[in-house]
DNA sequence: ATGAAAGCGCTAACAC
DNA sequence: GTGTTAGCGCTTTCAT
C-alpha cells in the first residue's frame, strides 16, 4: 500500500530515531541541516507521505469537511457543493457529501457520520422537517464547527448562510411594478418552506407599499407539473396575468411548459419573472429574467465563514449573500 | 470529542481487558454472554462507537470511495454521484468527491488524495487530456480498485463501465429512419472527445446501411452558443432539415433555444431528438424524444462492478449500460 | 473464558 | 542535535 514508505523505514535506513526524522520533516530547529537534507532526500525518493490516518488519529481531527445536502441533484445544491469543494481544495481539505433525502433521519445518520469522521467541520442545510437542531448545537460543543447554510432552523442561535431571499423577493417585485405591469400571477412554492415563508412576504409588501392598485394573485404549487396547471388554469381566464413571476427553477420549469404548449408570445403577451439559481432560465428563448440565488456565492461564504470559525472567530453570525438582477428579455 | 467512550473506558468500568470487551462487541464466541451482555449495555449506554481512524490505522483502509469527476455540475455527474452515494451507504460507504476540471495536473493530485486517504477504490471519469494511465494502473496495483466510467482510456486493459455511446446513437438513427424523415441535421460535440469519436460512426452506419437515400448532414458543435448558430444557419436554408439530431444535453438547449426563436412548430415542421442524461429534454413542450444515458444507472453498474472487484473478482470487464429510448412527442 | 502485549504510523514531552 | 518513551484506539496473537 501507498509505496508503504514510513518515518521508521526512512528512520532505519539512515540510522536514525524515528523522531529524527519526524522532525527533520518539519524543518525542526533543532535538526542540523546535514540530517535535513539527507532525511528530505530519501523521503523523497521513496515518495514518503505521512500516513494521514495515524495523524487523524492522533489529532482527533481531519482535513474532510462534511456536507449535507437535501439532494445533490439541484443546481442549487451542486453548485454550493462545487464551491465548497474548490475553495476547500486550495487548503487541503477534502469533502464527504452526505445526502439526507430531506429525511431527518437520514439528516442524523449523516451527522453522525460526521463525527465518526472526525470532520473538521460540517455544511448543513437541513431538510424541511428538522425541528430539533439540538443535536447540531451539541455536535458544536464537542466536535466542530457547524455552518447552517441556506436552509436553516429559523430561531435558534447558529452560524447561517442565508440566500438574499427578502431582497431577491423584493426586487423582483420593484423590478414587475418598475415595468409597469399591473395583473401579477405569482407562483410559490409549499406553504411550509422557509424560502416560502420568505420570499412570499417580501413580495407580497412591496406591491402593498409601491403598488397597492395591482392586481396580485398568488398561487401554490408543489411540483412542475402543479405550476404548469395552475397557470394553465389562469390563463384561460378571461383577465390574463400579463406578467407571471415563478418562485423558483422548479415553479418556472413548469410555467414554460405551459407557455411554450400554447406559444404564447413572451414578453409580448405575457412576461415572466423568476429567482432562480442561474441555469435553467438561460434555456429558453428569450432567456428569462431573473433574480439570481447563487449557491456558488453561499458556498464561498460559508467557506469563508468555516474558515474563521476555525481561526477562533466563534461569534455566531447569520450572513445573507446579494441578490442579482439577470435581465433575459422576458420581461 | 464524540462523547469520547472508548474500549479502554468501558474496560476500565467493568474491570475487563480491552481485548475482552473487543471481542464482546463483536459477539467473538469465546466470550461468555453474561460477559457480552454486560459490556453492550455499557457500551450502548455510553453510546460507544469505534474510532474510525485507529481500525483505518490498523487496516491501513478506510470505507470510502474516491469519486473523480470532471466537473460536479453536469446532471450525468451528479446523478452518477448521487447513485454511488445511495449505493455506498447501504453498505457504510462514503464518498470523497473530487473534482479534476478536466486538468490532468488536477486528476493526479486527486488520485493522490485517494492513496492519502487509503480509499477502499476510485472511480473515475478521465479528462479528455489523460493520454497516460499508467498512475491509475500502478494505484490498482498498490492500493485499491480504480473503476473506470464514462470517460474512458481507450486501449489499456482496464475495468471500464461505459454508457452505451454507439447503442444510443444507433437507436436514434433507427427510430429516425423508422419515423421516416428524409433530411437529417446532426449535430455532435467536439471531434477529438470520446463520447464523439463513439457516437457519430454508429449514427452514421445506420443510415448508410439502412437508409442510404437520407440526405444526411453532420455537423460539429463545441457549445450551446455553437449549436444554436449552426442550426440557425441550416434552418434558414432553402432545404430545411425535417429532423434535427443532438448528440447530448448540451447541443440540445442551443437547438431548442434557436427553435423557440423562430417559433418552429415541433415535431410539425421539424422534428428534434436527442441522446441525453434525462433531465433536459423534459423542459420543453412537447418533450423531447430522446436516447437515454443514465448516469444512475452507470453509477449502480460501477458500484457493483468494485464491490465484486473487493471481493475478489479481479478480472477485467468492459460493461456498458443498455440505452433506452424516451418518447416526448417532438418526433 | 480472559488477559497481556505488540504493533499500525505518527507526535511530543522529556531525557541526554 | 538526537534518542527514548509514551500514547492516540483498536485488533490480534499468544499466553494462562
Chains 1, 2 share one sequence.
Do not use: W
Not at 536514525?16 to 523521503?43: F, G, N, Q
Not at 403598488?211 to 396547471?229: R, V
Request: contains cysteine; proline residues 4%.
Amino acid at each position: 500500500m501507498n509505496g508503504g514508505t514510513t518515518l521508521k523505514y526512512i528512520a532505519e535506513k539512515l540510522s536514525l530515531s524515528i523522531s529524527t526524522v519526524s522532525r527533520a520533516l518539519k524543518d525542526h530547529p533543532d535538526i542540523s541541516e546535514e540530517t535535513k537534507k539527507r532525511v528530505k532526500e530519501l523521503a523523497s525518493l521513496m515518495e514518503y507521505e505521512p500516513n494521514t490516518y495515524a495523524i487523524n488519529l492522533r489529532t482527533n481531527q481531519s482535513k474532510v469537511f462534511g456536507v449535507i445536502v437535501p439532494e445533490i441533484s439541484s443546481y442549487f445544491y451542486h453548485s454550493f457543493i462545487e464551491s465548497i469543494e474548490e475553495e476547500g481544495k486550495k487548503q487541503g481539505y477534502s469533502l464527504l457529501i452526505l445526502q439526507s433525502g430531506d429525511d431527518p433521519v437520514a439528516e442524523m445518520e449523516n451527522l453522525k457520520l460526521c463525527r465518526l469522521n472526525r470532520v473538521a467541520g460540517v455544511f448543513v442545510s437541513i431538510t424541511t422537517h428538522t425541528t430539533h437542531i439540538e443535536n447540531f448545537l451539541h455536535f458544536e460543543e464537542i466536535a466542530a464547527p457547524v455552518i447552517f447554510y441556506d436552509k436553516v432552523p429559523e430561531f435558534a442561535a447558529c452560524n447561517k448562510i442565508l440566500s438574499a431571499d427578502e431582497e431577491a423577493a423584493t426586487m423582483a417585485a420593484e423590478e414587475i411594478i418598475k415595468k409597469k405591469k399591473k395583473n401579477v400571477l405569482a407562483l410559490f412554492g409549499n406553504k411550509e418552506m422557509s424560502i416560502t415563508r420568505k420570499r412570499l412576504p417580501a413580495f407580497e409588501r412591496i406591491f402593498i407599499e409601491n403598488a397597492p392598485e395591482t392586481k396580485l394573485i398568488i398561487e401554490h404549487a408543489n411540483s412542475p407539473e402543479e405550476a404548469y396547471t395552475v397557470t394553465k388554469h389562469m390563463l384561460s381566464k378571461n383577465e390574463k396575468p400579463d406578467v407571471i413571476f415563478c418562485m423558483s427553477d422548479e415553479i418556472l420549469t413548469g410555467v414554460m411548459k405551459i407557455m411554450q404548449q400554447l406559444q404564447i408570445k413572451i414578453p409580448d403577451t405575457v412576461s415572466v419573472i423568476a429567482l432562480s439559481n442561474g441555469f435553467i432560465p438561460t434555456l429558453y428563448f428569450p432567456e428569462i429574467t431573473y433574480v439570481e440565488t447563487s449557491g456558488k456565492k453561499l458556498g464561498k461564504l460559508a467557506f469563508q465563514r468555516m474558515i474563521d470559525h476555525i481561526a477562533g472567530k466563534t461569534f455566531i453570525q447569520e450572513i445573507s449573500i446579494r441578490a442579482k438582477l439577470v435581465s433575459g428579455g422576458s420581461l
